[in-house]
């Protein structure tokens, strides 16, 4: 059967660092609340001449670098991101004309956080049904752009940054022990919008508008929704969490991530934390911690890596595959 492997893999992050002390002066926090509640350090901040394209654009020059492949290679482009360039058109087809590419496809897909997890997935189903054979995913955000600078329970939280993925159709022999993606399975529940929104839009507002979170409501659905996508994963897949080599979950808060991967009974030494360094980035969260993960030699060739997000919506889901 076709497997999507992954061939390569890149990220892109803002020159300018954020240090939580920085916000000392901006807005009634700490750097040690901010730690403790969250387990963040730092977060990489857009200049004006960094955008989600420009970004995207860099982590996928970078993944097609490393999986040794140039643009012309590439037949469909997934860019997940809720902070696109312009309303429309997508942010993905700008990429596409950035690389130089005149062919093929390229389109933007919108589940906030769980973006990543849901373009993999549905570039494994074009992959698989036989539309294309190399696909660009890439998670790109600018946050700081849509954030409310004087609101202290959600300004400390994100970053911006971006990461991508290069996938090959690969012929596998329909096993576990097969590269690529094994199992995915993708989730939302919009009864649960006001939680996490942005109040504004094109066709409501006519602005952007800005984020707006009821944090500890989050948190109160994050870790069992996050686990139950996470068990249906492992079941379709026919493993258990043992069976895992690294946990690499959407990098919103440390305590999520501890608490989902001790329900989960996959031990600490497996999961990769990268909150510390980039804060949320949202769907640049998951590529920008594969990044990290696989430049310092963790994550190998063959490793069972299991990908996982959840964000506004709520939308949520997980991805398993053999790196
Ligand atoms: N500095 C200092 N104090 C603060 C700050 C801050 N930056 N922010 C809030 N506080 C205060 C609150 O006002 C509150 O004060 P009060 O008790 O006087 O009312 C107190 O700290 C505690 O606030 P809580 O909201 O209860 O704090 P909590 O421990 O829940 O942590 C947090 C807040 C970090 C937001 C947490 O709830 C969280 O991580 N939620 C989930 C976020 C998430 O996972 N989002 C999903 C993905 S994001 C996406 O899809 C875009």
Redesign the pocket.
Known sequence: MIRSVVRGNGAALPRRIMKNADFEGMV???DE??VQ??GIRQRHVAADDETTASLGEAAARAALDSAGMTPAEIDLIILATSTPNNTFPATAVEIQNRLGMHHGFAFDMQA??SGFVYAVATADLYIRGGLVRRVLVIGSETFSRILDWND??TC??FGDGAGALVLEAQEGAGAITDRGVLAASLRSDGAHKDK?FVDGGPSTTGTVGHLR?E??E??KH?VGMITDVIEATFGEAGITAQELDWFVPHQ??KR?IDASARKLGIAEEKVVVTVDLHG?T?AASVPLALSVAVADGRIKKGDLVLLEA???GFTWGAVLLRW
């Open positions: 009634e926090t700490s609340w901010i509640r969250t906030v956080c202290r329970s400390v939280l996490l979170m944090g500890r989050v948190f994050a919103a808060n999520i949320n949202s959840m964000g506004g």
